[in-house]
């Protein structure tokens, strides 16, 4: 199972001071020297964190391969078409939404996505759609011709009782099951953290996992210390010895 690392959060720190810091690209690299086999970003209409200069920047730095999340809207649907990126995954986006909420209705748009597909493979762009974990999707988004499901772990991670977290954790092995069996690849994502990934982690018919949240916002923990101990030394001067 490989791991791809969401950055969108990196460009939220940067976007709340206006300034070029921290640098979601940076983020990436990093990412990828640490052994992240993926970067994935989400250019948002509203552009609240991703911005287009980081998109195309992502494009050329990437070495591992780059998935831009996305609404279906026609502006960035062309953007998308114009930077090539090695996957596209289609979300539902809402202007007020904190983040992505529910799968995508792909049975409700079928002649819609079909046709959104169409323009991506002629460019060879890979198509994922993200999915709540019920079969009636993951079998319309076969039937539009995607690559690949991502399924929403999104109610899995919210799910507090035992019985229900167990019950989404069936629900979502049986959708990666019956997506692998329809020739598609099988993503996983949203909500996941240090506490709650080991179980999806070990459902074998998932190819990926998509993470953002959990891991920028553990980044700053285990950072904090070694952060605070090099400003340290500039503010107090070089500790006696290591001169
Ligand atoms: N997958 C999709 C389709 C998403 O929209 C998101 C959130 O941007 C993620 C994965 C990552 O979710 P999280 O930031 O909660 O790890």
């Known amino acids: 199972m490989r791991l791809a690392v969401n950055i969108d959060h990196v460009a939220t720190l940067r976007n709340a001071r206006g300034g070029n810091e921290p640098d979601p690209v940076t983020a990436a690299q990093v990412a990828e020297l640490a052994g992240a086999e993926g970067i994935v970003c989400h250019l948002r209409e509203d552009r609240r964190?991703?911005?287009?200069?980081?998109?195309?920047?992502?494009?050329?730095?990437?070495?591992?391969?780059?998935?831009?999340?996305?609404?279906?809207?026609?502006?960035?649907?062309g953007i998308a078409l114009d930077v090539v990126p090695d996957l596209v995954t289609l979300v539902p986006e809402r202007r007020q939404e904190l983040t992505t909420e529910g799968g995508l209705d792909v049975a409700g748009q079928k002649e819609f996505l079909k046709d959104v597909v169409k323009q991506f493979h002629g460019k060879k762009i890979r198509v994922s759609l993200f999915v709540d974990p019920?079969?009636?999707?993951?079998?319309?988004?076969?039937?539009?011709?995607?690559?690949?499901?991502?399924?929403?772990?999104?109610?899995?991670?919210?799910?507090?009782?035992e019985r229900d977290i167990q019950e989404c954790l069936v629900a979502l092995e049986q959708a990666a099951k019956l997506g692998k069996?329809?020739?598609?690849?099988?993503?996983a994502g949203?909500?996941?953290?240090?506490?709650?990934?080991?179980?999806?982690?070990?459902?074998?018919?998932?190819?990926?996992?998509?993470?953002?949240?959990?891991?920028?916002?553990?980044a700053i923990f285990v950072g904090i210390e070694r952060a605070v101990r090099e400003m340290l030394v500039l503010v107090k001067g070089v500790p006696k010895g290591s001169e």
Request: charged share 25%.
């Open 181 to 187: 069996s329809l020739g598609l690849g099988v993503n």
């Open 49 to 77: 964190h991703i911005r287009d200069r980081d998109l195309r920047l992502l494009r050329s730095v990437v070495k591992t391969k780059l998935d831009l999340e996305m609404g279906a809207a026609e502006e960035i649907i």
């Open 134 to 161: 019920v079969p009636m999707q993951i079998e319309a988004a076969r039937g539009v011709g995607a690559d690949v499901v991502e399924l929403h772990t999104g109610e899995y991670a919210n799910a507090r009782k």
């Open 190 to 218: 949203h909500g996941l953290n240090y506490m709650n990934t080991g179980p999806v982690a070990s459902i074998t018919e998932i190819d990926e996992l998509s993470i953002g949240h959990a891991v920028i916002t553990r």
